[in-house]
């Protein structure tokens, strides 16, 4: 069974391109299967086991090409599928020459990972202008509030590219597939009725240790984007560090607010308890260090990888009340969730974890536990090679692997 794995980023920079190429490694190792991926990245490149045509880097060309058809580029991607003849695509995020892509992989039986919220809402935050979140998704009854920060023009090329990509989505892909149970709920209400909750890989069984914490440092990975929560998180840590000043923050990534968070660091002199590392290919050691992680988001998480990446760590963490943290996090038990629109909240939790070592280690090994049952690796695996099989003619879905 020859499978072809698709993105619009064909680069590890994410947690959805993380998990693109685990499951890439993974399917790899899986007798009769044949793996292939293709996608968008810096520059063209190719491979016996990979296909990557240059991607657009403007937002208003991205725009533009998702609803706009490319020969050349369509033209490619099938030649290119003409040479592997997959028996299923399996598409993921899907923002770069949508329409083209879509043509060019129809006649092929396609499954699709939805890694976010963005066939139920047009910005992909759910949330509306007030940041509370959006309990349907896009409605007439809420059609500007999902605008939120965007000009009104840019707004509306969004909503035309929204409706046009879900309308192709729900003719094209056979199967959806979503990393938890409440994106599989928002997914149905909004008519993607084949949608099936498959959970992201963990972490391998690992040890842990808490030898090298520092009790009273924190760490936030992630896109150093508003939607993110990050300026929440730094208001709230310096409220926090008011009360006490052996607190310290790193912040592991990049992204579009990285130059006014650092200005925003200095305004509230704290260049010397915050720390900007930048992208990072391994966080292990950051993990080891912090008291907690946070995860700060103002926008709906589809799951958060971060987050079950403390816990294989034994790490607690904190976590706002959208989407996905709720359940994954158990409060007060694994670690703490908060609202992030209510002042103070933050900083509350963070002066509750601070120097308290032996919660540290209690929330952080129920994390650890907590994780172990909620995710089995080789399970997840098996039923992401069920469904692809099911969507094969009857001759080869009943052939054994």
Request: one cysteine or more.
């Amino acid at each position: 069974m020859r499978i072809v794995l698709i993105t619009d980023n064909h680069t590890p920079a994410g947690g959805a391109e993380k998990y693109f190429f685990d499951l890439k490694e993974r399917l790899k190792h899986v007798p009769g299967i044949e793996i292939y991926s293709m996608g968008f990245g810096p520059d063209h490149a190719s491979g016996n086991d990979y296909f990557v045509l240059k991607k657009l880097t403007s937002n208003v060309s991205k725009l533009i090409w998702q609803v706009i058809f490319h020969p050349v580029v369509y033209l490619k991607l099938r030649r290119q599928l003409k040479k592997i003849r997959p028996d299923v695509i399996h598409i993921h995020n899907v923002k770069q020459y949508t329409v083209s892509l879509l043509r060019a992989i129809k006649p092929y039986p396609i499954v699709q990972t939805i890694h976010d919220y963005g066939v139920i809402c047009p910005t992909a935050h759910n949330i509306h202008k007030d940041y509370q979140p959006c309990l349907s998704g896009m409605r007439m009854k809420c059609f500007w509030q999902h605008q939120v920060k965007y000009n009104p023009i840019v707004y509306l090329g969004l909503v035309y590219s929204f409706f046009k990509l879900r309308k192709r989505l729900r003719k094209t892909v056979k199967k959806f597939f979503a990393p938890s149970p409440l994106l599989v709920e928002y997914l149905k209400k909004n008519h993607f009725n084949d949608a099936t909750y498959i959970a992201p890989f963990r972490k391998e069984k690992q040890s842990y240790t808490f030898d090298k914490i520092k009790p009273y440092h924190f760490l936030f990975a992630g896109n150093l984007g508003t939607h993110k929560g990050i300026y929440t998180l730094l208001d709230e840590f310096a409220l926090a560090y008011q009360d006490n000043n052996q607190l310290s923050l790193t912040i592991a990534g990049t992204g579009p607010e990285e130059a006014r968070l650092r200005n925003r660091t200095k305004e509230l002199g704290l260049e010397k308890n915050v720390f900007f590392l930048g992208w990072q290919t391994t966080l292990e050691n950051e993990y080891a260090k912090c008291a907690a992680v946070i995860c700060p988001s103002l926008w709906m998480e589809a799951f958060g990888l971060v987050i079950t990446e403390a816990m294989s760590y034994a790490r607690p963490v904190i976590g706002s009340n959208r989407g996905s943290p709720p359940w994954l996090i158990d409060d007060h038990q694994t670690g703490f969730i908060f609202n992030p629109l209510k002042k103070g909240d933050l900083a509350e939790r963070l002066l509750i974890v601070a120097g308290n070592v032996n919660l540290i280690k209690k929330l952080g090994t129920n994390g650890h536990e907590k994780l172990q049952r909620l995710i089995d690796n080789e399970a997840v695996l098996n039923q992401i090679v069920a469904l692809y099989r099911d969507c094969l003619p009857t001759p080869m879905n009943t052939h054994s692997l």
